[in-house]
């Protein structure tokens, strides 16, 4: 009826060991000493047999296309993927370490830490795999003809696969066979100029349709007065040619 219980769940959170979350805490907030950092990083080195946890290098072919600044901000993405990788590698050393001693656990603490470790290792193994993603979403708006080309390539020893300079005449040579094999498109639409001259002698010939109505004038004749028809004012003129021959009929008397 009130809604929810908001502390619902809370009980189900897990609670960490004292000594870890006091080491944990400060490293959040203030991260780790250069010196320390290096040290911790020199003592988990990729595992021979798992050479992907290396950060991808960037292509040479892509490094030499790209400006100063998206190179600058690549390498910082490396030096994120490169510190994953490492922790990684210290997870998996101890993983491996459980493994080989499955049998001198107790089961119940067997299954707890070998499911937490797991877990832990595929959500850190995805993030590192969404860092190669962003690096490469970064770098494709700087390059030409790249989108579908980087879809298509995984990450290995380097960020857009290897042999890009291969994929790269492919592309082209695919490219140019398609424009070979295209038909030239044949309809053209008129051009403005073409209409607007087929408009003007549509309206001249209308014009002389219309003044073909009305008979032309004789010379000498003047023309209608204003108010006065046209078919009026022939007919009047044609009575009065009328009486001028019939006037010219009369015999003058002296």
């Not at 020893?157 to 005449?169: A, I, R, T, V, Y």
């Amino acid at each position: 009826m009130i809604g929810d219980d908001p502390n619902k769940g809370q009980d189900d959170l897990i609670t960490l060991h004292d000594q870890i979350v006091s080491r944990w805490r400060i490293i959040l907030a203030k991260g780790l000493k250069k010196s320390e950092s290096l040290a911790l990083l020199g003592d988990y080195n990729p595992p021979k047999n798992l050479p992907t946890l290396t950060p991808p290098k960037l292509n040479p072919e892509v490094r030499a296309a790209l400006p100063k600044q998206n190179i600058t901000t690549d390498s910082s993405n490396i030096e994120v993927q490169n510190q994953l990788g490492r922790g990684l590698s210290a997870l998996g050393t101890s993983l491996t370490l459980s493994l080989s001693q499955l049998n001198r656990l107790p089961e119940n603490i067997r299954t707890d830490l070998l499911k937490g470790l797991s877990d832990a290792g595929k959500i850190f193994a995805n993030l590192f795999h969404r860092v190669s993603v962003t690096r490469k979403n970064l770098i494709i708006p700087c390059l030409k003809n790249m989108k579908d080309l980087a879809d298509s390539t995984e990450p290995s020893e380097f960020l857009f696969g290897g042999n890009l300079s291969d994929k790269l005449n492919t592309v082209k040579t695919l490219e140019c066979v398609n424009k070979e094999l295209k038909l030239p498109s044949t309809s053209k639409q008129p051009s403005s100029r073409g209409q607007n001259r087929g408009s003007q002698l549509k309206a001249t010939s209308a014009s002389r349709n219309l003044n073909s109505y009305y008979p032309t004038s004789r010379l000498g004749e003047t023309g209608p007065y204003k108010g006065q028809t046209s078919r009026n004012y022939h007919k009047e003129t044609y009575k009065k040619s009328q009486w001028n021959r019939q006037k010219d009929k009369i015999p003058k008397k002296y």
